[in-house]
């Protein structure tokens, strides 16, 4: 039965591999493609989640929807002005470093401290991003994008401690709160979005809005709700590859050697650290 939901993992991840593509080709500006996609996903999750599912909520349900919705928003936002800043696998690969901020971030919320194995981890991938990085001159749209995709990053983390708190909510109940309350992000800046679109453009947030919102989504918060937290970030990082593979095909995304190296370790610091705490969790059982 599991290996339905490795599939619909793997789907997830390819489509979350493509999605950079679409974004930076579409001219909408970040503003625009959020409100598109959110207003897409949020009106499809409510009927999904159903209107009595929704009436059932107490007070207490509604504000963790609300601050799932506000940190997704952070997430979604940050992400999309490092696709554009940067590079499509540039942005993918800062994001993918989340396993990196779950590792302080479960410290300082759940009290666990890092290992030996999660620091040597954070130094690989600091490595891999000092490759990657052309210089530390924020003037530099490539090196702003790749910071601002870590910031990113560290939202995205911030999002599975807030789900397991909230386990008792369906998956589409609080996919439903993801996007809708996240809104509350985009809302404000809807001034600075831009509707000058030709059909190309609206072709391609159509794609955003139902394949890559609703439809990997969907099936991320179906697989990761079922799989174990371990496989499911080495699920998440094939999708680093798949932007990377891409790019370069469709977009004549240059690979560097030191691009490609950085890219490895950085990938290679977050398998290791999650294989690490799988082992650790392991022993602890014998």
Not at 148 to 168: D, K, T
Request: proline share 3%.
């Amino acid at each position: 039965m599991k290996s339905r939901y490795y599939i619909e993992g793997l789907i997830a991840v390819f489509l979350f591999g493509i999605t950079p593509i679409f974004i930076k080709e579409v001219s909408a500006n970040a503003v625009t493609i959020g409100l598109v996609r959110l207003v897409i996903g949020a009106s499809f999750l409510f009927f999904i989640a159903g209107n009595k599912n929704l009436k059932r909520l107490t007070k207490k349900d509604w504000k963790a929807l609300v601050l799932i919705g506000i940190v997704f928003g952070a997430h979604w936002i940050t992400y999309f002005m490092s696709v554009k800043l940067a590079t499509p696998s540039m942005a993918i690969l800062s994001v993918s470093s989340f396993g990196l901020h779950m590792i302080y971030l479960n410290w300082i919320i759940n009290k666990k401290k890092p290992s030996v194995y999660d620091i040597i981890a954070v130094f690989i991938a600091l490595f891999g991003i000092y490759l990657i990085v052309p210089a530390f001159d924020l003037s530099n749209n490539l090196t702003t994008g790749i910071l601002v995709g870590l910031v990113s990053a560290a939202f995205f983390a911030i999002l599975p401690f807030i789900q397991q708190r909230n386990q008792h909510l369906d998956s589409m109940t609080r996919a439903f709160g993801q996007y809708s309350f996240a809104l509350i992000i985009f809302l404000p800046m809807s001034l600075e979005s831009n509707w000058d679109l030709n059909q190309q453009d609206w072709v391609y947030l159509t794609i955003l809005g139902t394949v890559c919102t609703v439809g990997a989504h969907t099936l991320w918060l179906r697989a990761s709700t079922v799989l174990p937290p371990t496989n499911t970030s080495l699920i998440f990082y094939l999708g680093t590859p798949i932007a990377m593979i891409t790019s370069y095909f469709f977009l004549n995304e240059s690979m560097s050697s030191s691009k490609m190296i950085g890219a490895g370790l950085i990938i290679s610091a977050n398998i290791f650290g999650v294989l690490m705490r799988k082992r650790k969790r392991i022993s602890h059982l014998k």
